[in-house]
């Protein structure tokens, strides 16, 4: 493996398609733009709401901006699909802006991946909806979901 490849490598099984989603979900977790920007091909594309970057360097700068403004956030993803290269996702995710007011967003994204197993593209679908402190599902420490913590369907989302 060099440093360029990315474990599991495509085409993708049942099996290694969940290592993937949760290896995505782990790094996202960290909140640490550097290492997340590292899965990605060096001239990935993404569509990120409203926006449309390419690149490593643009993804670094997209996350750190995304994570000095959601804070306190915790994610889950969910395999949805997957076929040969290409890997399906729903996920969720709470945030806290620096008003206090909490956030729960659902999304669904489509991943291509490279022969080395980095993203080439991803496609992201999201909505926000604020929710009351209360109503918040996601408690676990920052950082990886601890692996007995329900997941997206488990949760009822």
């Known amino acids: 493996?060099?440093?360029e490849e990315r474990l599991p490598l495509?085409?993708?099984?049942?099996?290694?398609?969940?290592?993937?989603?949760?290896l995505a979900e782990d790094?996202?977790?960290s909140r640490d733009p550097e290492r997340v920007a590292l899965a990605y091909t060096?001239?990935?594309?993404?569509?990120?709401?409203?926006?449309?970057?390419?690149?490593r360097?643009?993804?670094?700068?997209?996350?750190?901006?995304?994570?000095?403004?959601e804070l306190d956030y915790r994610l889950i993803k969910e395999l949805w699909a997957f076929r040969d290269n290409r890997i399906a996702v729903r996920f969720a995710y709470e945030c806290r802006d620096a008003a206090g007011q909490w956030f729960r967003s659902y999304g669904n994204e489509n991943w291509e991946f490279d022969e080395?197993?980095?993203?080439?593209?991803?496609?992201?679908?999201i909505n926000d909806a604020p929710i009351a402190e209360a109503d918040r599902r996601f408690h676990w420490p920052l950082g990886r979901r601890p692996d007995d913590h329900p997941g997206l369907?488990?949760?009822g989302f």
């Open 1 to 3: 493996m060099t440093m």
């Open 10 to 22: 495509p085409p993708f099984t049942e099996a290694t398609a969940l290592q993937r989603v949760r």
């Open 27 to 29: 790094g996202w977790n």
């Open 42 to 55: 060096v001239d990935s594309r993404w569509r990120n709401r409203t926006e449309f970057i390419q690149g």
């Open 57 to 69: 360097e643009a993804i670094e700068a997209l996350l750190t901006s995304k994570w000095s403004r």
């Open 116 to 125: 080395h197993g980095l993203m080439r593209l991803r496609i992201a679908s």
């Open 153 to 155: 369907s488990d949760l």
